[in-house]
């Protein structure tokens, strides 16, 4: 039998769903409130100041050298188009449910609350290891950038084996203090690096098309060949479970790069997590997650085809294969340009993955599956400086003293998962509110989100068996917690409600209905 708390809040023995109206009127509460100073124009960058990152800057080297060739842009199209899939979702999504939290929010409304604190809790794995791991590649970089003008800091203060890595806590701290002066700010500081790391990007095809040699293209797609495979834990669980023979080059190389690049498009998604702060999210949401993702897409393919254009792809490097091929026809003025482009770069991606994650953390405090009072909003700068301060701290923690290389691949089945429950999402609520309003609509549903599922699960079984096991270890630490206090704690715990007097007063106005 189920309760109904609101009017279509309902909740069952075991399903708890939060209704899309309850969700919206949440964003009401003047404790809970956040300000609405985002456009377009602000979650655009917001959408590129994420997505190129290391991708662009170290990705298209490795994949060129080991996988696809000079058809790596080939493998970034793929990408692209499996990520747009999943954009389209998030896009449906973000316009009807324009509240705080992005897939955590969304899986509330369709799927209940118990897959709703997974998610949230899968984005956690997501948003705040992946900007632990950015911030100590960014002191790898900043450490590489002084190395070049004579004065580098110390290994034992300073990148990824550093035993304390002080340039990443400095960096995590520092994005924190921007994010809690205000959303503008953040999406000012942002933009100002975005310019830069735009800047440096058409740089890069701007003078290096100028130095592609069309013997580099030859041959485009190389034969294939045989790969290493891996062994145990360590192989791909796709080989594991189907004995599945990779190969390098050839179709299935192209393939196989565009898993690995798929990963350097990771970031949209967090658009998503600004809903509430969006001054028109009916309109600009959409805009702004499928507008930053074919920006990056373009861009992606223009600085692969300079690249493997200006040095072949057997001698690209695959740590900083922009600034080696520009080094490899003489101009190392532009090298040191790209360092600079890829710190700029890196700085961006820290701030926009601890917003993300505060606002994740924010919409499960409003629902008390956290410690409410984590929730509250400065009372002048309108941010909720609480999570965002332990945010923080926990983000400068990992980055100074965990080296978090062998656990990057976690932030990738993190993504990769939301992208599965987000697309399965879109049909449930087609199915069980078609009444609500659609400012924009995913096409050809339900084959379109289903491919979307169907393609982020396959880049799911490319991932290694050791990051399965890590990530159903953390699922079930999740798990444990929202048992031992999500779930008693909940606004929708039995006997309870969003808001009892508030409840009480719709269940009257719905039997007199």
């Not at 890196?346 to 505060?358: A, D, E, P």
């Not at 779930?487 to 007199?512: K, N």
């Amino acid at each position: 039998m189920a309760r109904h708390l609101g009017r279509d809040t309902v909740v069952t023995g075991t399903r708890r769903i939060k209704s899309v109206e309850d969700s919206i009127r949440d964003t009401e509460e003047p404790e809970h409130q956040l300000r609405r100073n985002l456009s377009a124009l602000d979650l655009t960058v917001f959408g590129v100041g994420v997505i190129i990152g290391t991708g662009i800057f170290v990705l298209t080297g490795e994949v060129a050298k080991t996988d696809s060739g000079p058809a790596v842009p080939i493998s970034f199209v793929i990408a692209g188009i499996v990520c747009g899939l999943a954009a389209l979702c998030y896009a449906e999504f973000a316009s009807t449910v324009p509240v705080a939290g992005s897939a955590y929010t969304f899986s509330y409304a369709t799927l209940g609350e118990f897959v709703a604190w997974i998610i949230g809790w899968d984005l956690v794995l997501e948003l705040a290891l992946g900007a632990a791991t950015v911030s100590v590649g960014w002191s790898g970089y900043l450490n590489q950038l002084l190395g070049d003008l004579g004065i580098p800091l110390p290994t034992s203060i300073a990148g990824e084996t550093a035993t304390v890595n002080i340039p990443a806590i400095f960096i995590a701290l520092v994005m924190t203090g921007v994010l809690i002066l205000g959303i503008k700010l953040s999406s000012r500081v942002t933009s100002i690096i975005v310019a830069i790391k735009l800047l440096i990007v058409l740089m890069v095809i701007g003078v290096g098309v100028f130095y592609v040699k069309a013997a580099n293209y030859k041959p485009f797609i190389p034969p294939a060949k045989p790969g290493e495979s891996g062994s145990g834990l360590s192989a791909p669980l796709i080989q594991t479970l189907f004995g599945f023979t990779p190969t390098t080059f050839g179709v299935g190389g192209v393939l196989a790069g565009a898993a690995i690049v798929f990963f350097a498009f990771i970031g949209f998604d967090i658009v998503a997590t600004a809903a509430e702060e969006t001054k028109n999210p009916k309109r600009d949401l959409p805009r702004g997650i499928i507008g930053s993702l074919a920006i990056c897409t373009l861009l992606y393919v223009l600085v692969s085809l300079v690249v493997v254009g200006m040095q072949h792809y057997t001698e690209l490097s695959t740590t900083a294969p922009l600034a080696d091929a520009f080094r490899s026809v003489g101009l190392t003025f532009f090298s040191g340009l790209i360092s600079v482009g890829a710190l700029a770069g890196l700085t961006s991606v820290v701030l926009i993955l601890m917003l993300g994650q505060s606002r994740v953390l924010f919409a499960m405090s409003r629902d008390h599956l956290l410690p409410p009072r984590l929730g509250a909003v400065h009372p002048r700068y309108g941010t909720p400086y609480k999570i965002t301060i332990i945010t923080g701290i926990v983000v400068a923690v990992l980055a100074g003293f965990i080296p978090l290389s062998t656990l990057a691949e976690l932030v990738n089945i993190g993504t990769l998962f939301a992208f599965v429950l987000v697309s399965i999402a879109v049909i449930i609520l087609r199915r069980t509110r078609p009444d609500l309003p659609r400012s924009f609509r995913v096409p050809l549903v339900p084959v379109l989100p289903i491919a979307s599922a169907l393609a982020s699960f396959y880049l799911m079984l490319n991932l290694p068996g050791e990051t399965w096991i890590r990530f159903f270890v953390w699922m079930v630490i999740g798990i444990v917690l929202y048992v031992a206090y999500g779930r008693r704690r909940s606004r929708l715990a039995a006997g309870g409600s969003l808001d009892p007097a508030r409840a009480e007063e719709r269940e009257a106005a719905r039997r007199r209905g």
